[in-house]
């Protein structure tokens, strides 16, 4: 049986309840029919839900917690993202406390015993929607500061009711009927289609192509495009910045977005974005030439392409008084030739190397 009543939580509020009349009359769909119901946005709904939406979604890549849930709590606690908490610091759920040292005090209702009182709380301040998203989940992920997890059961949870259930039991809001406000509020907006999150593979292609990180370039390097399913975190993109990448595979993702696969010297990194590269090399760069050039350095490396990777070494130009050049390319401001010996297509070489 459901509590009719629930303790307030120290370092939590439910800020704006009376926003409740917003919320029409439940509809009791089945989560497939919910999600396929069409929905109609002012234009004030549908710019706060193109705010928040990317950002929840990638929550609960991260940690379990459902978009729909995380939305309806939004819309609940702060109107729409009108509420005077949610205007003057970015706070979506009336987290109180403070964020990184900052903090607003304001007017809150809360229920206790049977009744609304209205009191003076300080509120968490946070620089933007998504601190206030990501502070949200992490409470159900790591439970109160005072200890204890009563929402364990939420990560991962995929059925909008039971997660809504789950809010409610772990004493997470004073409204009675907290619970049915968000189960109501998933329905009417259409939102249980937010907790697609995750991409398919529309395209995969294999490359020959080099890369490096883009100038000012921030995020991540993934086990697999971030969007799909068991995608993990492996490394900062900055720990790669000022090297070559090579580029083996490139995929294109149902969200629009192109990832590439990358490796250096060999050793395997990871998937990166697109948007996070400067392509420097790539088959279509390469002009043909007809061309035959002798030997300056009987040391000279070839390369498989025109990086240096020890991945791609192939041998050295010792041996050779002359060499037949059928192609350049040049890579980083700097001139390669692929030459061949006469027979066979050696690989690449750096132009000083030749004379």
């Known amino acids: 049986m459901k509590k009719s009543v629930k303790r307030n939580l120290?370092?939590?509020?439910?800020?704006?309840?009376?926003?409740?009349?917003?919320v029409l009359p439940v509809s009791a769909f089945a989560a497939e029919s919910e999600?396929?119901?069409q929905v109609s946005y002012t234009d004030s709904q549908q710019n706060f839900l193109n705010k928040i939406v990317p950002d929840a979604q990638k929550l609960q890549r991260e940690h379990g917690i459902l978009t729909s849930v995380t939305i309806a709590q939004a819309i609940l606690e702060s109107g729409w993202g009108n509420s005077g908490l949610t205007q003057q610091a970015n706070n979506l759920f009336?987290?109180?406390?403070?964020?990184?040292g900052q903090s607003v005090t304001m007017n809150t209702k809360e229920f206790y015993d049977n009744n609304w009182t209205t009191i003076d709380a300080a509120f968490r301040a946070y620089p933007s929607y998504y601190e206030s998203l990501e502070d949200h989940a992490l409470l159900f992920v790591n439970g109160p500061s005072w200890g204890g997890n009563n929402y364990a059961n939420l990560v991962g949870e995929e059925d909008y009711r039971q997660a809504a259930e789950i809010i409610e039991d772990g004493g997470y809001a004073t409204a009675p009927d907290y619970a049915q406000e968000l189960i109501s509020t998933v329905e009417t907006y259409g939102l249980a289609k937010y907790d697609q999150v995750y991409d398919k593979i529309t395209d995969k292609t294999n490359i020959y192509a080099y890369g490096e990180i883009r100038g000012g370039?921030?995020?991540t390097v993934w086990s697999a495009p971030e969007t799909l399913k068991g995608a993990t975190k492996k490394a900062s993109l900055n720990q790669y910045k000022g090297k070559d990448l090579r580029l083996m595979n490139r995929v294109k993702v149902s969200n629009g977005s192109t990832w590439y696969e990358a490796s250096i010297n060999g050793q395997n990194i990871g998937w990166m974005n697109e948007k996070n590269l400067n392509?420097?090399?790539k088959t279509s760069m390469e002009q043909e030439v007809n061309l035959i050039r002798g030997v300056e350095n009987s040391n000279g490396?070839?390369?498989?392409?025109?990086?240096i990777d020890t991945s791609t070494f192939k041998g050295t130009l010792a041996g050779l008084d002359e060499v037949h050049v059928d192609s350049q390319a040049v890579v980083n401001d700097k001139i390669w030739y692929r030459v061949n010996d006469g027979t066979q297509r050696l690989g690449w070489v750096e132009a000083p190397m030749l004379k």
């Open 10 to 22: 120290a370092i939590l509020g439910t800020v704006g309840i009376m926003m409740g009349s917003m």
């Open 35 to 37: 999600m396929n119901t």
């Open 94 to 100: 009336g987290m109180k406390g403070s964020y990184e």
């Open 217 to 219: 370039a921030t995020g």
């Open 279 to 281: 392509l420097i090399y």
């Open 301 to 307: 490396r070839i390369y498989a392409f025109p990086v």
